[in-house]
């Protein structure tokens, strides 16, 4: 089972409207969860930090289930430039300080 | 937020030769700092943790003989792919570790190498 897993798309989304991604993760001793932003050819910026209480950054909200073990991300009134792709990052810290990262899932957002 | 560069950003080189890519963390003195690779609609793969002063952490399969790093100082971190073959093409990323109250990474902006 792969560490970090998400729905890779695309997700073709109308200007907007509000769309939100989940990602899994396997190790159940994880503690720092991010969502990153890549764009094509560059490299990934850090778009949230997901606290266990959830979080929220303007039109971004990022929540975290332990249980389930998984993370979530809704982008509502999305905009063209929001088009990228989202990179589900675990830290699950320990002797592994590097962050795992999920393949991405892909967001367009059509006019 | 913190700055990390990356040099070269592109490079073209042939078959067996030696490519060395810098990361440098630009206003904040970072201890650690990762090297990741991409391949093309792959994830970032961590490939090594460096650490200033000490030798470099590798991860499971990355050959530490042909990918050596060099973290001489509190703001740079060296890779050089020796001895390249095509199959080393991609793009390799640096990032520089963050503690304040709540962890991060900074990347740089990677450097895309082509083995011809």
């Known amino acids: 089972r792969k560490e970090v897993e998400q729905d890779p798309g695309p997700f073709n989304v109308p200007e907007g409207a509000t769309v939100a991604f989940n990602c899994t993760y396997s190790?159940?001793?994880?503690?720092?969860f991010f969502w990153y932003r890549q764009d094509c050819r560059k490299e990934p910026k850090l778009l949230m930090s997901?606290?266990?209480s959830g979080n929220e950054d303007g039109r971004f909200t990022a929540q975290l289930n332990r249980a389930s073990q998984y993370i979530s991300l809704l982008i509502r009134d999305s905009k063209l430039s929001d088009s990228a792709t989202y990179l589900c990052v675990v830290n699950s810290g320990g002797g592994a300080d590097g962050l795992t990262f999920g393949k991405g899932t892909h967001l367009i957002i059509q006019p | 937020g913190a700055v990390v560069s990356q040099h070269p950003s592109r490079v073209i080189c042939k078959s067996g030769t030696s490519v060395k890519i810098e990361c440098r963390s630009l206003d904040f003195q970072a201890t650690t700092m990762f090297w990741y690779r991409q391949f093309p609609k792959q994830s970032l793969m961590l490939m090594a943790t460096s650490n200033e002063g000490s030798k470099a952490t590798y991860e499971q399969g990355v050959e530490k003989d042909k990918f050596l790093i060099n973290h001489a100082s509190l703001t740079l971190s060296t890779l050089t792919v020796t001895s390249a073959h095509p199959e080393d093409s991609s793009f390799y990323i640096c990032s520089a570790r963050i503690l304040v109250g709540w962890e991060t990474q900074y990347f740089g902006p990677g450097t895309r190498l082509l083995v011809l």
């Open positions: 997901v606290y266990s």
């Open positions: 190790n159940s001793a994880s503690q720092s």
